[in-house]
Structure formats: structure tokens, C-alpha cells
């Protein structure tokens, strides 16, 4: 078992950053690869960004490229989310997620664990 908890969203003005953390326990974390999804009011979860379980490759969804960055912290169990130049339309309730692949799927079904969540709102 793997518990996951996600801290660091709020309420930012677009153009602003936020910094996300997820911190794991349980099982060894430097086992799984890991990824941030986020689900908008109505819509489906999304893939946001994910991280291999070394953290030697990373992927990100085209509406992030250039403005989000994943890191991971092995020794501390944590992975981030590096939010810059936000926008309106990255309000959501931002997840991270557990995957025992050695590389970040973009599916939701593929993963194993999953955090609480994390409520990201950008204003314009």
C-alpha cells in the first residue's frame, strides 16, 4: 500500500505560480513512477504530467509544455509540481497518482494509487 497526500494549491491570480508536493508513505516510493492528473468541474481527469520512478524522464500533456515542471525527491518520498505563467483554464482539483511501471502512463486506469487532492483555482 502506498498513501499519497498532496498539499500547496490555493488561489492565484493568472500569471502566477504555485508549487505542488505530494508526499508518499508506505511502500518504496522510488518503485513507482509517478503522475499529476487534475479534473475540472464536468470534465473527464486528465493526464497533467508524469515522472519516471528514477526520474531520469519526465512527459508532459501539450497545454503544460514550457509552464509546469515534475521533480521527484526519492530520498524524501515526494513528488512535485512546478506551476508557472498559470491561466484560467488550469483551475482544477489536481491529483497525484502511483503507477508500479517504470515509466508514467497518460491513463488514470493504469495507475494504482492516488491521492486525496488538491484545489488549484486561477483567477483572470
Known amino acids: 500500500q502506498v498513501q499519497l497526500v498532496e498539499s500547496g494549491g490555493g488561489l492565484v491570480q493568472a500569471g502566477g505560480s504555485l508549487r505542488l508536493s505530494c508526499a508518499a508513505s508506505?511502500?518504496?516510493?522510488?518503485?513507482?513512477?509517478m503522475g499529476w492528473f487534475r479534473q475540472a468541474p464536468g470534465k473527464e481527469r486528465e493526464f497533467v504530467a508524469g515522472?519516471?520512478?528514477?526520474?531520469?524522464?519526465?512527459y508532459y500533456t501539450d497545454s503544460v509544455k514550457g509552464r509546469f515542471t515534475i521533480s521527484r525527491d526519492n530520498a524524501k518520498s515526494t513528488v512535485y509540481l512546478q506551476m508557472n505563467s498559470l491561466k484560467p483554464e488550469d483551475t482544477a482539483v489536481y491529483y497525484c497518482a502511483a503507477d508500479e511501471g517504470t515509466y508514467p502512463n497518460p491513463h488514470p486506469d493504469e495507475y494504482d494509487y492516488w491521492g486525496q487532492g488538491t484545489q488549484v483555482t486561477v483567477s483572470s
Open positions: 515522472i519516471s520512478w528514477s526520474g531520469d524522464r519526465a
Open positions: 508506505g511502500r518504496t516510493f522510488s518503485s513507482y513512477a
